[in-house]
């Protein structure tokens, strides 16, 4: 039955910067130095105490009682777990942090209240929740391109300026935008069904092309995917990469 706090707790310490905190120290530090860092004037230590307990026995991060005779204080590490929670651009690792938010975040949460309608009347979750489809929420393409610019970012900087990026099946176009306004040496193309194109706003070095990518795809520099081929069988799949792979340039 509680199981659901788990992944409050996980959201709390991705909220807090835990990870971020642990590791600016470059070693295990105590229950005091970590809600020193926590920018709030009316921080909670017990309850943070009661947060730490429960990740460390999920293998988030560890704890321990220091050798040093000066420090008597149980004191926090990382894990290889709480390593993918880092949230400092700085660090080259890839991090799920924005993902735990936004997987935890209320409107996300909602569409599962709805799972014993979907049984009994059958449809869609977050529809029922929400009156929408989740991919109305142009709000989900900015929090995936937020970590796929951060830790892709030498893979679009090594695409030669002038080059043309598509964003295949790109909906409304703000994952490209993305890319463009972070990497204004590249040129865009939104490539989505007429219907959808068509509602578009602009942006900024983004063309909008409406077409059927099983039947072609335009010609760029390099194609991008995003929550794409999950929602196609093999075969299907195997036809859109082909027809990607016709639309880059020959070798020279």
Not at 79 to 89: F, I, P
Not at 138 to 165: D, M, P
């Amino acid at each position: 039955m509680f199981s659901f706090a788990e992944s409050m707790a996980l959201k709390c310490a991705v909220e807090s910067r835990i990870a971020d905190i642990i590791n600016s120290h470059g070693h295990p530090i105590t229950l005091q130095e970590i809600a020193a860092s926590i920018d709030s004037p009316s921080l909670d230590v017990d309850c943070l105490a009661r947060v730490m307990r429960l990740l460390v026995r999920k293998r988030i991060f560890t704890s321990s009682q220091p050798i040093a005779d000066d420090i008597k204080e149980t004191v926090y590490g990382l894990t290889n777990s709480s390593k993918w929670l880092l949230r400092d651009s700085s660090s080259s690792a890839p991090s799920l942090a924005a993902m735990v938010l936004a997987e935890d975040h209320p409107w996300l949460m909602a569409p599962w209240h709805c799972l014993t309608k979907c049984v009994q009347e059958g449809g869609v979750a977050f529809t029922k929740a929400h009156g929408c489809q989740i991919w109305d929420l142009a709000c989900t393409s900015k929090v995936v391109l937020e970590v796929v610019l951060s830790t892709y970012r030498e893979g679009f900087a090594g695409i030669g300026s002038g080059s043309v990026v598509v964003d295949v099946g790109g909906g409304t176009g703000m994952a490209v935008a993305e890319i463009v306004e972070s990497h204004p040496h590249i040129k865009g193309i939104n490539f989505d069904l007429p219907h959808v194109v068509v509602t578009a706003p602009q942006y900024p070095g983004v063309s909008h092309v409406g077409g059927d990518m099983f039947v072609s795809i335009p010609k760029a520099d390099a194609h991008f995917l995003k929550w794409v081929l999950h929602d196609w069988s093999d075969e299907n799949c195997i036809n859109i990469l082909k027809n990607c792979w016709k639309g880059l340039p020959e070798k020279k």
